[in-house]
């Protein structure tokens, strides 16, 4: 990959996805009378999974660089430190080994 496509607009798109993801959701969820239960389910295994899909999905479609399937994981860290307990750091590589098998599922 080289510099010029690092600093892209599409990378700039991956990021601010990621990021809204994995931290406005966590956000979101705070504020919501959940109990501890649906907070973990809704976000970690809803929105997060559904969201990991999709991107392994379009960068496998648009034969794109692996790079950018790492950004939701490693943001997805940072929300967890900010926002969740301890164990769902595991979660973490789940995210990523889901992202790169949607991806190999549909690249050629």
């Not at 510099?3 to 406005?24: N, Q």
């Not at 991107?55 to 969740?84: D, T, W």
């Not at 769902?88 to 790169?100: H, K, N, R, S, V």
């Amino acid at each position: 990959m080289t510099l010029k496509k690092i600093f892209s607009v599409t990378t700039l798109w991956y990021l601010a996805f990621a990021a809204a993801v994995a931290i406005v959701v966590p956000i979101i969820f705070s504020f919501m009378d959940l109990t501890d239960v649906q907070k973990y389910t809704f976000a970690f295994f809803g929105i997060n999974v559904v969201f990991t899909i999709l991107s392994g999905l379009v960068v496998g479609i648009k034969k794109q660089s692996l790079i950018y399937l790492l950004f939701f994981p490693l943001l997805y860290l940072v929300g967890v430190k900010l926002f969740f307990e301890s164990f769902a750091y595991y979660i973490a590589l789940i995210y990523l080994l889901i992202g790169f098998l949607t991806y190999g599922a549909v690249k050629d």
